[in-house]
């Protein structure tokens, strides 16, 4: 991928995920987040093997590149995907987009002291604090709206759970950078990651109700606007965006890659 078609790449998966936080709040109106996570991942698993195996490509069979696949499955998808899902059950999807605009100031840290080539700088020190600024700024103004005490401890918890994805994320996009140099091709990283975290979520999904956990939903009992979302989610905002994203890193670089996430609460407030 040239540096001209990342950064075209890079618009167009900031529309595309922008669009991912209203697509989770229709989706939790009637879907577990486990769930809701399963589908939208096992979507993504199912598309990305097929284009790996249709490019001649080969999943990994030794032992680090195998560990580095479930690593990113588990901290780059399960727990920012289940996370962003929860958070979204308390608070907006507007909120939901402009907390993950942390993730590009976590990365530019984490980046710092991981990857000699993505150095912190003067600049990038007062863009981190302003950064830092205007995310409390934001939140704390939605947190004042809520009323009951009750509900503002769980839109709290809804944003922290938002914070905290961003911060999986950042490890995610420094670390996958570090794994894919010279070993992992995107394709196979952006599919591996995919059937980790289908499989992980799919097993949470279906042996949660036996510890007391909601159980799975039927397609049968879902609204057409829910199930549109589902499968939006699944076909577009996550196969096709993992597509486009693990390239980016490669070219890129992870602190660029997650400056994407400036862009996501323009989409997501106007959506």
């Known amino acids: 991928m040239t540096n001209k078609q990342a950064w075209l790449g890079f618009w167009v998966l900031a529309l595309i995920w922008g669009s991912s936080y209203l697509f989770i709040r229709i989706g939790v109106t009637q879907v577990p987040p486990f769930q809701l996570v399963f589908i939208r991942t096992g979507i993504a698993a199912v598309g990305l093997t097929t284009v790996v195996f249709a490019r001649g490509k080969r999943f990994p069979t030794d032992r680090r590149s195998l560990r580095d696949l479930i690593f990113q499955g588990v901290v780059n998808t399960v727990f920012p995907f289940a996370l962003i899902t929860w958070?979204?059950?308390?608070?907006?999807?507007?909120?939901?987009?402009?907390?993950?605009?942390?993730?590009?100031?976590?990365?530019?840290?984490?980046?710092?002291?991981?990857?000699?080539?993505?150095?912190?700088?003067?600049?990038?020190?007062?863009?981190?604090?302003?950064?830092?600024?205007?995310?409390?700024?934001?939140?704390?103004r939605s947190s004042s709206d809520t009323s009951a005490a009750g509900d503002a401890t769980l839109h709290l918890l809804g944003q922290l759970a938002l914070v905290a994805s961003s911060f999986c994320y950042a490890i995610g996009n420094t670390y996958g950078r570090k794994a894919m140099q010279h070993r992992l091709e995107p394709i196979v990283i952006s599919a591996g990651t995919m059937l980790v975290a289908a499989t992980i979520t799919g097993v949470i999904t279906y042996v949660a109700p036996s510890f007391g956990g909601p159980a799975p939903v039927g397609f049968g009992q879902l609204a057409p606007n829910v199930l549109a979302a589902l499968l939006t989610l699944g076909l577009v905002n996550t196969f096709v965006a993992y597509l486009i994203y693990y390239s980016l890193l490669a070219t890129l670089g992870a602190a660029r890659t997650a400056m994407i996430t400036y862009v996501l609460p323009a989409v997501g407030l106007v959506l």
Do not use: C, M, N, P
């Open 87 to 140: 958070g979204e059950t308390h608070i907006e999807s507007g909120l939901a987009s402009v907390l993950q605009g942390t993730t590009a100031l976590f990365t530019l840290v984490l980046a710092h002291f991981l990857l000699a080539d993505e150095r912190i700088t003067t600049r990038k020190i007062v863009g981190l604090l302003v950064g830092f600024l205007g995310v409390v700024v934001l939140a704390s």
